[in-house]
């Protein structure tokens, strides 16, 4: 436990830990920031003329015609799995489909906006375990440390435990200061109440983000500590978002499965369905769904953070330490 509070103090004493935090909270507030004023209030007049223009449109004929044919093939209109809703309600003009702007709707946001924190949080978990690391490797530190601990099995172990406490704190205050800020204005701009479960559904999903973070985290530290250079990490993470997936999807379609972004998608948002299409067509072209769980994204992140962590520490003890 001393370790691990000696460690948690040379993470807040590094200068460069506290300008990557601070980005985090300032990418945070101009997220919540530009959500907010695209999703402000809309003027009743707008509203009601959007509303009047959607009931004109509804009663055009090509709305029925297309109703008709989206009935005889749903899954063309409503995707290869189509849910309950019928083909009148999907495809009825709404009053939201004229307005410049969305109404502020939590309900929609807590899909895709994780999302996005997650995303944002956990490359900033990344740098922040490989700057850290990385810089002790860089000023010999590790060494001197093995003087006074000798033990590599709980210097290293104090090491990632603090790195996974910290991105693990990060996350949930990033997602906490988006999510009240979200459901402050909600209550503010309108009177239609939140859907039952919403707070335990968006509970659970702020627990995922936070998750990803700290293994986001783990992973920068493992990487880097296994070869010792900060440099090393951002290379790799650049490479395989700018090129990596592009090129496994280019080539080999059915690795989609297996996929970083994918199992991120399926994670954060309870489930992910995969497209999948034919790689030749002589007739007629469906494609294929494949579903990737949250179960399957469990179990995906934990064997890979497994397989890091185990990796580093393997490394670490059997390498001589400068």
């Given at each position: ?39 402000r ?8 003329a ?12 090509y709305?029925a ?26 495809l009825?003009?709404r009053?939201?489909w004229?307005?410049?702007?969305q ?7 807590s ?42 099995n ?25 999510w ?6 909600y ?48 290379g ?8 990596g ?31 999948l ?10 494609p ?27 490394i ?7």
């Open positions: 436990m001393k370790l691990v509070l000696v460690e948690l103090t040379r993470l807040r004493s590094r200068r460069a830990i506290a300008v990557l935090i601070a980005g985090a909270f300032v990418i945070a507030a101009i997220l919540l920031g530009n959500q907010l004023w695209s999703d209030p809309v003027p009743a007049s707008e509203l009601a959007a509303q009047a223009r959607a009931d004109r449109e509804a009663k055009q004929p709305v015609r297309e109703i008709r044919r989206c009935e005889r093939n749903p899954q063309d209109y409503l995707g290869p799995t189509p849910s309950d809703a019928s083909c009148a309600e999907a009825k003009p009053a939201e004229f307005l410049n702007r109404p502020l709707d939590p309900v929609n946001l899909r895709d906006l994780p999302l996005g924190i997650a995303l944002f949080t956990g490359v900033i978990a990344v740098l922040i375990g490989a700057t850290m690391i990385g810089a002790e490797w860089s000023a010999g530190s590790v060494g001197t440390q093995l003087l006074f601990e000798s033990r590599r709980q210097v290293w172990t104090a090491k990632a435990v603090a790195i996974g406490a910290a991105t693990a704190v990060l996350g949930l205050l990033v997602f906490t200061l988006v009240t800020g979200i459901l402050l204005a209550q503010a701009w309108s009177e239609t109440p939140l859907p039952d479960g919403f707070s335990r559904d968006l509970s659970e999903t702020g627990l995922r983000v936070v998750a990803f973070t700290a293994v986001a985290g783990l992973a920068g530290y493992a990487i880097t500590m296994a070869v010792r250079h900060t440099v090393v990490v951002l790799m993470m650049l490479a395989y978002s700018v090129i997936e592009a090129f496994l999807r280019g080539f080999f379609p059915r690795v989609e499965p297996w996929l970083v972004s994918n199992n991120t998608f399926a994670w954060i948002q309870d489930g992910y369905e995969i497209t299409y034919p790689d030749q067509c002589f007739d007629e072209c469906r294929t769904v494949e579903k990737l769980t949250l179960l399957d994204s469990a179990v995906y992140f934990g064997v890979l953070t497994a397989v890091l962590l185990g990796l580093s520490l393997l670490f003890r059997r390498r001589d330490v400068p």
